[in-house]
């Protein structure tokens, strides 16, 4: 079963954005491996709180305007 896991900052994406995410990786899935893993493939995206997420020591932030 083909399976794409993202994170994602919560509210980073909007609803239409999201499903966007899913048809294009579940076209990807099916590009790479065939039409037959339509229905066995699985599209996750996690909401990471704001502030759960860093990379080098840093901690992200969603600049707020």
Same mark, same amino acid.
């Given at each position: 079963?083909?399976?794409a896991n993202f994170?994602?900052?919560e509210r980073a994406l909007s609803a239409r954005q999201k499903e966007d995410l899913i048809h294009k990786t579940t076209a990807l899935f099916i590009e790479l491996f065939g039409g037959e893993v %339509?229905?066995?493939t699985m599209v996750l995206i996690e909401e990471v709180a704001?502030?759960?997420y860093? %990379?080098?020591d840093e901690v992200f932030t969603i600049p707020r305007d």
């Open positions: 079963m083909p399976f994170k994602v900052p %339509r229905p066995y704001d502030g759960g860093g %990379r080098a």
